[in-house]
């Protein structure tokens, strides 16, 4: 590692601890704000993986059947606005996999190099650790990606159990928590803490038998931030199962956001509550779907419509120029 780059991550991590922000993912936002982004505003965007690579056959179906690829870079914007956080189901497949197959949920810490090469390592270690807010119908694990000292690992990363749980859990880690599998008898040991210092990504993992599990991620921050997070609702509407009546106006596409210069209408629903957010997930403005109202006080750039109502839920994307 150069000098340059050195200086770099000591002074990322330097500030790390007061600027991981919790992710909440009731405020829609697809980026975790990692505060250790190398400069290409790649870090913290959800991503999705599996088994493929190892011959498996396991997938993710998103809630409410949104289509996404998040293997090849797709945006889960629109499964966070749905569910309030990151959900769906985990069909576990083992193909000609000779162990449980998994899929994964994660996130870069640092980012992509770059030009887009492979995402960064960085030191993370003032963090403390980590929290996560989640429900899960199987027993999941939080493990800390390494990036190509996966390899050197024999890809026994470090990781927590967490224990099932379908009515919400919250779990806060100290890095000491995070230990390689029993099973790993390598020369090249890993430490929790050692890893904290060459962090690559945040992996939420789900390997177990084949089956159906639905799983939701409502948040995630730093050792300490998620105490406000304790509810998380498997099974609630927005979730991973859908509400008939909605799914029946989704399908015929009546609902939908119209913008006429800076002014927002609706039509397809009749009463309900209409939200505007920014890319950071933050509610910039709030009317009712009954009657138009003027965005003419937003900056210019694109924003995510959220409508709840009694006929009709959906999410519309918008352009103010």
């Known amino acids: 590692m150069n000098s340059k780059r050195t200086i770099s991550l000591a002074l990322l991590a330097a500030s790390a601890a007061f600027a991981f922000d919790l992710w909440d ?13 190398n400069g290409t505003e790649t870090s913290g965007y959800w991503f999705a993986y599996d088994d493929h690579n190892d011959k498996g056959a396991s997938k993710v179906v998103w809630a409410d059947g949104i289509s996404v690829e998040p293997l090849d870079g797709g945006d889960l914007s629109d499964v966070i606005i749905w569910c309030s956080g990151v959900c769906g189901t985990a069909v576990l497949d083992k193909g000609n996999l000779t162990y449980n197959p998994f899929v994964g949920i994660g996130f870069n810490v640092l980012g992509e190099a770059e030009g887009g090469g492979d995402p960064e390592a960085g030191d993370a ?82 390997q177990a038998t084949p089956a159906e599990y639905k799983f939701l991620i409502c948040g995630v921050g730093p050792k300490g931030a998620c105490g406000s997070l304790s509810y998380c609702d498997l099974y609630g509407p927005s979730c991973c199962t859908t509400p008939p009546a909605i799914k029946a106006v989704r399908g015929a596409s009546v609902a939908k956001a119209t913008l006429n210069g800076r002014t927002l209408s609706f039509t397809g629903v009749s ?39 009694k006929s009709a839920n959906f999410t519309d994307m918008i352009v103010l120029k």
């Open 25 to 37: 993912g009731a405020q829609g936002s697809p980026q975790v704000v990692t505060g250790l982004d």
């Open 125 to 206: 270690s003032a963090w403390g650790g980590i929290c996560i807010s989640y429900a899960s119908e199987a027993a999941p694990d939080l493990e800390l990606g390494l990036g190509s000292v996966d390899a050197d690992i024999l890809y026994a990363n470090p990781s927590a159990h967490l224990k099932k749980a379908t009515a919400g859990n919250v779990a806060d880690l100290a890095w000491e928590d995070f230990k390689q599998p029993t099973w790993y008898k390598g020369d090249v040991k890993m430490s929790g803490p050692d890893a904290a210092k060459q962090l690559v990504a945040v992996k939420f993992k789900i």
């Open 271 to 309: 009463a309900g509550t209409a939200e505007v957010l920014n890319l950071q997930g933050q509610v910039v403005a709030k009317g009712d779907v009954s009657s138009a109202f003027g965005l003419a006080g937003l900056d210019a750039g694109v924003y995510m419509v959220r409508v709840a109502g």
